[in-house]
């Protein structure tokens, strides 16, 4: 159990829908990664945030936003959805304990978009 | 080209093998690189972590980096059918806006 808490496990909504994905990062983290996991792009970086603040944007959508609360933990909001979205979207914490060197995945959410 | 190349396998050895997992990048400003590994779309977990050039041993694993040569290793000894899963390299540069670069994975099979 990394200690990054992920939910729902899974989501199945209907295309042009909007869905919001939630992320406990570790205790002690302040930094929180969104990823998405597809079966022909592999692990993609969307977003990262820091004690509240954006820090660095990958390849995000701008139908896909994201924002972290005072209390760190982290939301993901996927809208319009296409069948192109369906995937596991990862949340991955890491920078506390002195430590901003690696990164703790949680468990994922798997999304279905019919 | 990918930034980092990562052979997808499947790999398929014999339990007790000694297992070789392999990426390679282009980035020269990749200085943190990581072994992950995943279970049938579980989380990714961390295994390895090295920093620039070295080798670094936990266990059954071995982690090796070649910097110059812009390739990474990781060695399991013994490998386990408990071992069977996908196994992802990562690296990034340095700050702590660095995000992740992921290798595809590489699917290994460890056979009783």
């Known amino acids: 159990d990394s200690g990054v808490t992920q939910t729902p496990k899974h989501l199945i909504t209907a295309t042009g829908q909007r869905v919001t994905l939630r992320c406990s990062p570790r205790?002690?983290?302040?930094?929180v990664y969104w990823y998405q996991q597809s079966l022909d792009q592999g692990l993609q970086f969307l977003i990262h945030?820091?004690?509240?603040?954006?820090?660095a944007k990958g390849n995000i959508l701008e139908r896909f936003s994201a924002q972290q609360f005072p209390d760190l933990h982290s939301e993901l909001n996927l809208s319009s959805l296409e069948l192109g979205d369906s995937a596991l979207y990862f949340c991955?914490?890491?920078?506390?304990?002195?430590?901003?060197?690696?990164?703790?995945f949680g468990p994922g959410t798997r999304l279905t978009v019919l | 080209q990918k930034e980092v190349e990562q052979d997808p396998g499947p790999l398929s050895v014999p339990e007790g093998a000694i297992v070789s997992l392999n990426c390679t990048y282009s980035?020269?400003?990749?200085?943190?690189f990581m072994w992950y590994r995943q279970y049938s779309r579980k989380g990714p977990e961390l295994l390895m972590y090295?920093?620039?050039?070295g080798n670094k041993e936990d266990g059954r694993f071995t982690a090796q980096v070649d910097k110059s040569s812009k390739y990474i290793s990781l060695f399991i000894r013994d490998s386990q059918p408990s071992d069977s899963a996908t196994y992802l390299c990562?690296?990034?540069?340095?700050?702590?806006?660095?995000?992740?670069?992921f290798g595809t994975g590489t699917r290994l099979q460890v056979t009783l």
């Open positions: 945030y820091y004690n509240g603040e954006e820090r």
């Open positions: 090295t920093y620039s050039s």
């Open positions: 980035n020269s400003a990749f200085q943190y």
């Open positions: 991955a914490s890491g920078g506390g304990h002195g430590n901003t060197d690696t990164q703790y």
């Open positions: 205790s002690g983290d302040l930094s």
């Open positions: 990562a690296m990034r540069g340095t700050g702590t806006a660095s995000k992740l670069t």
